[in-house]
């Protein structure tokens, strides 16, 4: 199924759909809808991308043309899809949705593109999971507005160049390094999210407990904010946890006693490492002495995917000093030991230097 429309149309309508009732049925997909910015003036934070986003869009509305292809790129959670959805509603345009792993072949990207209207914005999810052939008909058609639909097979086959109207592609990827160049250079404009400062964060939880209509009070979002590992979606679905634990233990107002004891008892720990930032560094840490150690084995030894090991807790892990990749394996660095409650090894001079180096 090449398009998910469907999801896109759920998402759109939902935003009137009362939030209580969504909340009830307990549908985070329709709740993360609903809280999602819908211009760029409500974006929280990422102040340079939305400027430099901002100037890009104006541009283009003077000149009365579709934007520059855009690419976001990212650790999950920070914004991309909100990100995508803006830029389609700025510009007044249509939002197409698909994602790689739904392109399987070259032909259902044809197909999505040959029914696009001009100013139309293409929005590819997971853009570096899209197979090779498609890529292939990506670039021209980013490039060209052109595309050459194959008829039939083998020494009869016929390409039939198929033009399309000007329209913006927008990518997003969890894993920029693994777009190849001629990819990524067709993009007129990179973004790159990064995680979120706490300040930031506990605007986009009073925001988030304005629209749920939860009492919270500032030390209490603070708290949460705090917690929420540099990303937004953590902060509202931790928000609504605290939320809970307000309702059912205490008075109902999410206060800072309130905030603490719900996040312990979600295993969310002060600095907002979550269960399985926890586990990789338990794991690097007491089985295999502070690494080095490759990616895939500590995934193994965590019992999870890597690519969510690398997608999901390394950046965070890295970007916080508690991680360090090296060209022999990850790293634990003073701090994760430290965290831990870990005496770090005593190695030496020269291992202890090869060892926390970055
Ligand atoms: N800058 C922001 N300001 C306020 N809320 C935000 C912001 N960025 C993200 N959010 C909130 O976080 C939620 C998750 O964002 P979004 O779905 O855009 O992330 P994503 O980068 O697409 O994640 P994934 O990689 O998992 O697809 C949204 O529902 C939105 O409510
Ligand atoms: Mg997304």
New binding site residues.
Partial sequence: MPFHEDDLDEAESTHFRSLTAAEAEGDERVV??A???RSLDE????IRVRDQLGLVLEAARRRGRAPDHVLLS?P????????AMIIASEMGAPMRLTSGPAITHAGDLAAILSGMNEGDVLFV?EIHRMSRPAEEMLYMAMEDFRVDVVIGKGPGATAIPLDIPPFTLVG?T?RAGLLPGPLRDRFGFTAH?EFYEPAELDL?VQ?SARLLDVDAVADGTAEIASRSRGT??IA?RLLRRVRDYAQVRADGIVTLPVARAALDLYEVDQLGLDRLDRAVLDVLCRRFGGGPVGISTLAVAVGEERETVEEVAEPFLVRNGFLARTPRGRVATRAAWAHLGLAAPVLGADADATLFEE
Avoid: F, M, S, W
């Fill in positions: 993360e809808a809280l999602r910015p974006v929280v934070g990422q990212g999950p959670g920070l914004g991309k899809t909100t990100l999810d997003a969890t999210l986009i925001r937004p979606r509202n």
